[in-house]
């Protein structure tokens, strides 16, 4: 996949605003708004500037409720100097921190004793002011919290869709309707392939490109050994247990990027057992220059049958064997790698791939051929097998032997089996054949029978089981070899002319894996590849099946979930509680007015008054002159008349 495309793909397709991530939830607590990564900045900024504001208000309204408090505690004695201080400090202090500071000071700063209640007083509202400032202190930086990552939705666009060949082409022009759609096929095989060498982990490559764009970066897979071959033991090389099940787990749609209601709820899991046979059975013809007169004497054509046409198509007609032919001679260099894919519904397996299991089957099998190709030892890989010597001594003084391959073409069988399931009914299918699936059917077994057939809801799903059922046919092992010839190799790594330097014990095995990796990729891009038109397609010999012939599944566009190197999504629940709980705060520190107003002859608002600024000077000359005049500060407490505020105004 071209880099430049994941990084235009990252940032000019996505919606910015309000949308719902059904990942978090279908409720408020999925709604998710996305900007620019700068404006969410100055956005989360902003409020981590909030929370300090309305930690000064909140404050406030804390001061002015112990401030009565204290009040409260000491309701029938009069003030002494201790009490008197802490209400001054409450009373003319702002901020949790100040208050804090001053009450620590208030022991040291008074040449009068303060007794137990007042030292209780002092503890009280210093461990409560400590933990107003650390509380929002830690608010404001879990204010970071907000921001849910790169996670984004796409834009709904006039372009999203499947992009396929006209119909209507000339078969036989440079643009016909096979050309244009092996091409789609193999741009998104080669995209796929790139995709798993730079970000699964069985890739190869530095990562290059930018593996943090799809929702899931990879999807996982997991291989079982020597499992039972599913063909005519007969055929299987190396014994009846020398299969292996490449198997992908559980794949919710939501895991594909599909951000729909019930995209956790639907899921697929693909599985592939595979197995080198023998080529033999298949062989039908080998054809030289004696019977064919085009040929030269040093080349053969040897044709290879899997199975007849069930009914007319393309390459042959009703109960024709469907031939394969591999041309031989002693110039061609390096590897020829082939995959075809056959299904039950159109070709009559031949007997040795019946699999007993009822139902469709569908197959991969892939072929390698390498007449020329040299191998330094013999190798005991089924699919490489090369133990005929031969020696080569030109050009050097000693002797070196090289191996060929043992059989003209060398053969790998798969069956691929795709299960579909949904927690909505409990519903889980057979293993099927992956072929395109009857999609009204798929949607009432997924869920679509618990929902009214016009309601939103089945839309929904039927449109998820739609794109699922016609996508999957494409995501196999074959189509992620075909028509890329000795390029799909892993093993052509490390080839030399050729020669090949190096190989693994099993590297058959490794190959295979490798593939069903990039099957397993070619649905992520499936999905993603619906957002807009592929870059550089010619509009006028394609059309978009989903304008023409599947308009269902326009209720799929502006919902394929991504990650975007240029946006920030945050949480529209997390955005409100801060404003409204600042917001709130803000407007309750003003409890202050109402209550003078309303409350003017209660205690503590009078003395709520009598400690303001104003009074503060008077209160402490008035304090200074009693304790110089020659009042007893060690009977315990200060016994004087508080001024109240119509008595200090006169």
Known sequence: MPADFLSQAGSSVVYEGVWMDYDRGSGPLGATLTLQTRKATALLSFLTVLVGISANRSWKIWRLLFHGLVTWRNPSRLPGAGQERIQVILRNTETAASTLGNLAWLPMSTTVLLDRRDCQNIVLLSVFALVHLTGFMAAGILTSQISLGRDVTSKSLETCGKWSPKNSLDPDSDFGETLIFRELVYNMTVDADNYVRNCYPQGVSRSLLDCGTFKQPYLPSYTRHNVDCPFDKNICLNGTSSAIELSSGNISVSDLGINTKFSHDISIQRKTTCAPISSRPFLVNISDFTTETWLSPDVQVVYYSFGATKKDNMTAAKGENLTIPYLFDNF???????????????????????????????????????????????????????????????????????????HFVNVLACDEQIKYCSTLTGYCSDWNAITVVQSEELTMQLGGSLFHPQSEDFYSILATTTFIGSSVLLDTISYGISNRGAAALQVSR????????????????????????????????????????????NAEITENTWQTTNKVLLNLCGKVKFRSATHTSLSVVGLAVVVGVAGFLMIASFIDLPAQSFCKNQQFIQCWNATENLELVRNIEDLDGKINGGNNVNGGTLEFVSQTPDKASS
């Open 494 to 537: 490390y080839t030399q002319e050729n020669w090949q330097t190096k190989i693994a014990p099993e590297q058959w095995k490794t190959e295979l894996e490798y593939w069903f990796s990039t099957a397993l990729a070619r649905m992520q891009l499936e999905v993603f590849d619906t957002i807009e038109k592929p870059p550089g397609l």
């Open 332 to 406: 061609t260099k390096g590897y020829s790698l082939d995959a075809f894919s056959f299904d039950t519904t159109w070709l009559d397996f031949a007997q040795p791939l019946h699999i007993n299991r009822t139902g469709h089957t569908s197959l991969s099998i892939i072929t390698l051929s390498a007449p020329e190709m040299w191998f330094g030892k013999p190798v005991d890989d089924p699919w490489f097998s090369a133990h005929h010597p031969t020696v080569d001594d030109a050009n050097t003084t000693a002797e070196r032997t090289r191996y060929y391959m043992d």
